[in-house]
C-alpha cells in the first residue's frame, strides 16, 4: 500500500534546469537505497542516479556533473537536481525505493513512483 508520488518535470529549454521530488504516501521502515530511472520512447529504461543509506551516490555517465541526487532522511524524500538539461534528457522518470514496510518484513521490495515527463526542447 506505499506509493511514491513524484513531482517537479516539465518543459524546459536545453541548458535549464528542473528538480525532481519522491516521497512515500505511506510510511516505509527501513530504506535500502533510492533511485531514479529514465524511460524514453523506444529505449530502454537507464538508471539515472541512485544513492545508499550510507550516503554513497552514483551516476550514470550520460548525467555525471549535471544531475544531483540528494535525500531528506527525515521526510524520506529523494530529490534529482537537473543541470545543463540536454534534448537527450528527454523521458518519463520514475523514482524508486528498494525498501521494507515494517520490521517482520524479511526481504525488501522494490516500490516505484508513478513517472514525471520531462521533456527539453532545443
Known amino acids: 500500500q506505499v506509493q511514491l508520488v513524484e513531482s517537479g518535470g516539465g518543459l524546459v529549454q536545453a541548458g535549464g534546469s528542473l528538480r525532481l521530488s519522491c516521497a512515500p504516501s505511506g510510511s516505509i521502515f527501513s530504506i535500502n537505497a533510492m533511485g531514479w530511472y529514465r524511460q524514453a520512447p523506444g529505449k530502454q529504461q537507464e538508471l539515472v542516479a541512485s544513492?545508499?543509506?550510507?550516503?554513497?551516490?552514483k551516476y550514470a555517465d550520460s548525467v555525471k556533473g549535471r544531475f544531483t541526487i540528494s535525500r531528506d532522511n527525515a521526510k524520506n524524500t529523494v530529490y534529482l537536481q537537473m543541470s545543463s538539461l540536454k534534448p537527450e534528457d528527454t523521458a518519463v522518470y520514475y523514482c524508486n525505493i528498494f525498501g521494507k514496510k515494517d520490521s517482520d518484513t524479511y526481504a525488501y521490495t522494490d516500490y516505484w513512483g508513478q513517472g514525471t515527463q520531462v521533456t527539453v526542447s532545443s
Open positions: 544513492i545508499f543509506s550510507g550516503g554513497t551516490t
